[in-house]
């Protein structure tokens, strides 16, 4: 990749946390060639996390549907961007529909893996070695060269932050301030398989809100139902307690993370977000794996306990919880939380 004011489309990816992801790989291009000027083009539930990416230059929504192509607005907005003049298009999922705009849109250079065969789509395909490329964020790197010197926490995904309307849903939702804030994540993608028991997250949010903090549920509309149970369960009307499941955008739920002291959190596109604002946190495993899709940060902490990485999505105890994640006690996930209060908040105590 050479110096220049080249133009850039990057197709990025579908879910959330491989959306967080993409930007090491933007990280990447912008190190090596600084003037290179980056687009990025995805489907509107993951396109917002490239709007708080310094080093995008603009956004465009794809008309894409999971599992569908929309040819009448692919070809539209083929055409449109025909005129932008892209240099090149890196394609991130392996989907014959991601790489289709980008060949409509005649960019030169299309530059992908292999996958549901596409070969006259990409004219740029790179290598694939499972053994090298061993995590996502290895792969989305890769399709612009490996750097023998490249330091990767360097391209640790870090996405700005709204302050003004961070502070704005602070005072909407009379989130406090001036006591110590965890944040609690229970829902995830493809089913309860990945999900840490509702009963245990409230068992946590209990002990924290009997000791002065303030627990605040995220999640999607989707996430709703585990927030009611969680609730449920706690039984209680403090008013430390703040549910904002469903009541959120993505990109107010970037800006509630920033805010947090900690999150605890199963395997999900929020996780991602959550080590991309820089706030500690514990991530719970079960079936998938803490290898392949880390949270990219140094303030981590990852539980799981079961090995491997299975693609089955449903689990076959109460409620369909994987038996890895009903095996993970709660005083085993507060002992972890503990850790991370002595490292990066010495000033509050451990919770017994």
């Known amino acids: 990749m050479t110096n220049g004011n080249r133009k850039l489309l990057i197709i990025g990816p579908s879910w959330v946390g491989d959306m ?29 996390i490239s709007q708080r990416m310094s080093e995008v230059n603009k956004t465009i929504r794809s008309p894409s549907q999971h599992g569908k192509i929309n040819l009448k607005d692919t070809l539209s907005l083929s055409k ?7 240099d090149e298009a890196i394609i991130l999922p392996r989907s014959i529909k991601s790489a289709l ?37 290895k792969r989305y790197i890769a ?4 750097e023998e010197n490249e330091e990767p926490k360097n391209l640790y995904p870090k996405l700005e932050v709204d302050q003004t309307n961070k502070q704005k849903i602070l005072k909407d939702r009379n989130i406090q301030e001036n006591i110590p804030s965890i944040g609690l994540i ?9 999900k840490w028991p509702t009963s245990y997250f409230a068992d946590v949010a209990s002990k924290y809100l009997s000791n002065g903090w303030q627990v605040v549920l995220l999640g999607s509309k989707n996430d709703k139902k585990d927030a009611e149970d969680i609730e449920h369960e706690i039984n ?16 107010d739920a970037i800006d509630v993370l920033s805010f947090l002291d900690l999150v605890l959190t199963n395997d999900s596109g929020l996780m991602h977000v959550a080590a991309a604002v820089n706030t500690p946190l514990v991530a719970l495993y079960g079936p998938t794996s803490p290898e392949f899709t880390p949270p990219l940060t140094e303030k981590a902490i990852t539980i799981r306990k079961t090995s491997g990485y299975s693609n089955v999505r449903r689990g076959n105890k109460d409620k369909g919880y994987h038996t890895s994640l009903i ?13 991370l209060i002595t490292k990066y908040l010495k000033s509050v105590d451990k919770i017994a």
Not at 80 to 86: A, D, F, G, L, P
Request: glycine share 6%.
């Open 20 to 48: 967080v992801m993409s930007q090491s790989l933007i990280k990447a291009i912008k190190n090596r060639s600084p003037k290179t000027i980056i687009d990025v083009i995805a489907p509107s539930w993951s396109l917002p």
């Open 80 to 86: 449109k961007i025909r005129s932008n003049s892209y």
């Open 101 to 137: 705009i980008p060949w409509l849109a005649k960019i030169p250079i299309r530059t992908g893996f292999r996958g549901e065969m596409r070969y006259f789509l990409i004219n740029n395909i790179q290598p694939f070695d499972h053994k090298l490329l061993d995590q996502t964020v």
């Open 143 to 146: 399709l612009c060269g490996r």
């Open 186 to 194: 229970p829902g995830a993608e493809y089913g309860p398989a990945k």
């Open 236 to 251: 209680s009307n403090n008013e430390n307690l703040v549910d904002l499941t469903g009541e959120t955008s993505l990109l």
């Open 327 to 339: 095996e993970l006690k709660p005083y085993e996930v507060i002992a972890e939380l503990n850790n």
